[in-house]
């Protein structure tokens, strides 16, 4: 069974629209991380948060993670081009003594 | 730029074969990670180093065999592989483990 469930699957947005990103677990989230991946490429980092309520944010991407600590959520606002690519929540499920578990992913398309 | 650097970008390689993947970083950085990605997948933990030292391997078949000669650096010795091994494979690092891994470009490996 999936631990981490990531929705949607996949998006696709017109440039200039927002659009959130949701990531859920059954198990409590000791630390929660938002990455990003193009094609082929490596995973970019974006945000970690590990506060019940807490959220953080970077350019127009705001990051939050809900008071009982099992859901995050993503959200982009006025959508570029550039925001195009997989996203990707990855959680420690066990205060950092097991291995970083990831979601299945959200890819993301912008279109002008 | 990434701050992760993994050689080669690309490698092709015949079943009986013998090559290395390579992975550099300089953050000073004491856990560092090999993943296996295939395509439209999350990244699947293979290793983890902690302090140079094997701390979790998660049953990856013996034809990878992990190598970390010093704190920056990691290796992943490939030998015999198989079609199916054909994927991306990264590596990742971070100041301890339950704290935000940062990745490498990957390297993208074809098995004939």
């Known amino acids: 069974s999936q631990e981490l469930e990531q929705s949607p699957q996949s998006l696709i947005v017109q440039e200039g629209k927002n659009l959130t990103i949701n990531c859920t677990s059954s198990?409590?989230?000791?630390?929660l991380y938002w990455y990003k991946q193009k094609y082929g490429e490596g995973l970019i980092f974006l945000m970690m948060?590990?506060?019940?309520?807490e959220e953080k944010s970077h350019e127009k991407i705001t990051a939050k993670l809900d008071e009982k600590k099992q859901q995050s959520s993503l959200h982009i606002t006025a959508s570029q081009p550039s925001h195009a690519g997989i996203y990707l929540c990855?959680?420690?499920?066990?205060?950092?003594?097991?291995?970083?578990?990831f979601g299945k992913g959200t890819r993301l398309s912008v279109i002008a | 730029d990434t701050e992760v650097t993994q050689t080669p970008k690309h490698l092709v390689m015949g079943m009986t074969n013998k090559k290395s993947l390579k992975c550099e970083q300089h953050?000073?950085?004491?856990?560092m990670y090999w993943y296996k990605q295939k395509a439209k997948k999350p990244p699947e933990l293979m290793f983890v180093?902690?302090?140079?030292?094997?701390?979790i391997n998660e049953s990856v078949p013996s034809r990878f065999s992990p190598e970390c000669p010093n704190s920056s650096l990691l290796n992943l010795h490939l030998h015999a592989l198989q079609p199916e091994d054909s994927a991306l494979y990264l590596c990742?690092?971070?100041?301890?483990?339950?704290?935000?891994?940062?990745f490498g470009d990957g390297t993208r490996l074809s098995i004939l």
């Open positions: 990855g959680a420690d499920l066990d205060s950092g003594n097991t291995p970083l578990v």
């Open positions: 948060l590990q506060k019940g309520g």
């Open positions: 990742a690092s971070s100041q301890g483990q339950g704290l935000p891994q940062h």
């Open positions: 953050m000073g950085h004491r856990a």
């Open positions: 198990k409590t989230l000791y630390g």
């Open positions: 180093y902690s302090y140079e030292k094997l701390s």
